[in-house]
Nanobody, 116 residues
Framework: QVQLVESGGGLVQPGGSLRLSCVAS????????MGWYRQAPGKQRELVAT???????NYADSVKGRFTIARDYAKNTVYLQMNNLKPEDTGVYYC??????????WGQGTQVTVSA
């Protein structure tokens, strides 16, 4: 059974940093794409950043220059380094992993709150 487990969320002041991690288990294939989405209260889930085999990297315009996505293929893990956090970054952050051979999966989400 495939599981994606996120960690690293929390409460941080504006301008602070957090690093999210997502570990995939229960699968022997490598995902083509791993990434992060977020959902703020009352809003739809939106893309934050995705990495497709290290070749195609996408960021939401609102996080460009502040967030960095990285993958560790040996550990089947994806990270999201978030710097200069703003109150509008608050939300539940979800890990997503998908591929042609693997199908698509979501993590349970981790809360990020940016507040003074």
């Amino acid at each position: 059974q495939v599981q994606l487990v996120e960690s690293g969320g929390g409460l941080v002041q504006p301008g602070g940093s957090l690093r999210l991690s997502c570990v995939a288990s229960g699968i022997i294939f490598r995902f083509d794409t791993m990434g992060w989405y977020r959902q703020a209260p009352g809003k739809q889930r939106e893309l934050v950043a995705t990495d497709t085999s290290g070749i195609i990297i996408n960021y939401a315009d609102s996080v460009k220059g502040r967030f960095t996505i990285a993958r560790d293929y040996a550990k089947n893990t994806v990270y999201l380094q978030m710097n200069n956090l703003k109150p509008e970054d608050t939300g539940v952050y979800y890990c997503n992993a998908r591929g042609v051979e693997t199908g698509a999966f979501w993590g349970q989400g981790t809360q990020v709150t940016v507040s003074a």
